[in-house]
């Protein structure tokens, strides 16, 4: 399981840690939501003092119907 360290105190640190992790977490996968859901728990972890992190998605659905 992994094991949150903590992040660097400088900022620009912090960030590249971040933007390094999410890079790691998305290499080779190639769901939407399993990405999201990472990110997001990735998110939870590196940001204090917040309630939710996540994702609001809009799916456009098209229905074909035939009608005779």
Do not use: H
Not at 30 to 53: G, M, P, R, Y
């Amino acid at each position: 399981m992994y094991q949150f360290e903590g992040k660097p105190t400088d900022r620009i640190e912090a960030y590249q840690l971040l933007l390094a992790q999410a890079q790691a977490l998305l290499e080779g996968e190639t769901d939407f939501i399993a990405n999201c859901a990472n990110i997001s728990s990735l998110l939870n972890l590196f940001v204090e003092k917040i309630n939710w992190v996540g994702f609001y998605l809009k799916i456009i659905c098209q229905i074909k119907c035939n009608t005779q």
